[in-house]
Nanobody, 122 residues
Framework: QVQLVESGGGLVQPGGSLRLSCAASGSIFSIYNMDWYRQAPGKQREWVARITIGGSTNYADSVKGRFTVSRDNAKNTMYLQMNSLQPEDTAVYYC????????????????WGQGTQVTVSS
């Protein structure tokens, strides 16, 4: 069974930094697009960043220039380096991935992690 597990969240002061990780485990053949989403209290979940299997990246305007998404394909892990954090970045951060398990003939499935809390406050 494929699982995505986020880690690295916590409490940070405005202007600070955090690095989130999203580790995929299980019988994994290949991981395609991977995304970060976030959901603030009382708000809808919003897309934050994407990294493709080839390493191309895209960002929401709200985080462009402050956040950097990366991945280590050998470790089946995606990262989100968050700098210059602001209170409006407070949210539960989720990772999402399109994963083919077992072999090339397996269907591509979409998976979510359970989320990690990021709180930006003085």
């Amino acid at each position: 069974q494929v699982q995505l597990v986020e880690s690295g969240g916590g409490l940070v002061q405005p202007g600070g930094s955090l690095r989130l990780s999203c580790a995929a485990s299980g019988s994994i053949f290949s991981i395609y697009n991977m995304d970060w989403y976030r959901q603030a209290p009382g708000k809808q979940r919003e897309w934050v960043a994407r990294i493709t299997i080839g390493g191309s990246t895209n960002y929401a305007d709200s985080v462009k220039g402050r956040f950097t998404v990366s991945r280590d394909n050998a470790k089946n892990t995606m990262y989100l380096q968050m700098n210059s954090l602001q209170p409006e970045d407070t949210a539960v951060y989720y990772c999402n991935g399109d994963i083919r398990d077992r072999d090339f003939s397996s269907p591509l499935r979409n998976y979510w992690g359970q989320g990690t809390q990021v709180t930006v406050s003085s």
